[in-house]
Structure formats: structure tokens, C-alpha cells
């Protein structure tokens, strides 16, 4: 992609991570912090991809003048998320809309900042109508900090949910604590994100309860599409849900 844009002279986006700080001992961290990764952890294929990925479009930049746009994204939720796509906000949601406990690792005092979609696609478009010269990297993301444990209270709790909260051990490397600095965004793109957890979460759940009420097999797994409880849907059906939730 690098060099399509090179021969093009096109700009050219990355959609980087926060998992390039690793399990950061500065909080919160700012884009000059260059992280605390385990570079053999079981974590570290993904943090370890992203963070050469920025290597390579700062290369293109320096060597061949390419246009980039380096955005570190941090904990981003919202609709059309997929059930499986093993994010904790995701996961918290389809386990308490089908009142099976809900996963805690570690003493789910580990922190993250959620950032609603809406908010970081504006930060999106903001970030690629800035002039050249501010090519990142740059932290996008929600400042506001919450424990894990908090993220599921909440999620019960909108969903009135009886799931209950179970604990398992902390996988290795998991971060402690995550939050963006975010003052170059405010600084450079005018941008601070706008909606708060509450109010994301439950534009996300209504998203959410919305699968669950037609049987999505992408949450039920074998059992919508073999018709046990309530039939199954057609392949037509399918798709036509697929193209109305823009999936």
C-alpha cells in the first residue's frame, strides 16, 4: 500500500493502535512515549505489527517525501461491531443480553478509555484535511478512564442483565492501564471526543438487542440456522439483515 500511494502521490492513512505503548509505565501516555512491549509475548504479534507498520510509513515519509497520517487508536466501540470479534465491550454485551456471566481477567481493575465510533470518525476526517506537515502519530481516543469491572457494571445494569461477574486469571502482558493524552488532537484537529460511556453503550446494546431478537446465528451459533426454538433464517434473509445493519 505503501508504494501504491507512493506511485500514485496519494495520502495515506494508518489506523495504528494504542497497543504500541505495550503495558505502559507513563500514564497517560503521550504520543512521544515509545512504549513498554514484550516483543516475544503472546500479545506481541499485534503489537509488535503495528508498531513496524509505523516504522515503515515514517520511512516513506522521510525517504520519499509520502503523505501519511499516523493515528494511534485507542478503545473504539460501537454498532455494527461483530459479536465475535472477542473486544471486551462486544463480549460484556452478548453475555449479558443472553444472561451468561460475564468474563473478568485478573481483578478487572485494569483500565481502558472507550471511544464511541461517531467520535473517532470524526477524528478520521479532521485528521486527513490537516495540512501535510502534521503526519502523527497522534493519539485518538476518549480520556475518560474506566476500570473493566466498571465497563461490565454498566453493561448490566443498561441491560438488566442478572448475568453475574466471574473472574479468571490475567492473561500475560495484558495492559494495566490505558489512557490517552489527547493534546496534540485538541491542539492540531480541533478534536475532543463528545460521547460518554452511558450514552454509547446503550446505542451499542439497542444495536445489539436487535440481533438477538431475530436469532442472529452469528451470536446463537448452529442453533437459529437449524431451527431449534425458532426457524432459521434463508440464505435471502441473510443477506437482506447483512445489508440493512450495513454489515
Known sequence: MLG??????????QASTSEVYGDPDVHPQPEEYWGRVNPIGVRSCYDEGKRCAETLFFDYHRQHGLDIKVARIF????????????RVVSNFIVQALKGEDITLYGDGQQTRSF???DDLIDAFLAFMDAPKELTGPINLGNPNEFTIRELAENVIDLTGSKSKLVFRPLPSDDPKQRQPNIAKAREHLGWEPHVQLRDGLMRTIAYFEGLVRERDPLIFGREAAAGTGKPGHSV????????????
Open 75 to 86: 478503545n473504539t466501540y460501537g454498532p455494527r461491531m461483530h459479536p465475535n470479534d472477542g
Open 236 to 247: 435471502a434473509e441473510l443477506q437482506a439483515r447483512a445489508a440493512r445493519f450495513g454489515r
Open 4 to 13: 501504491l500511494a507512493k506511485r500514485l502521490r496519494a495520502r495515506i492513512f
Open 115 to 117: 471511544c464511541y465510533v
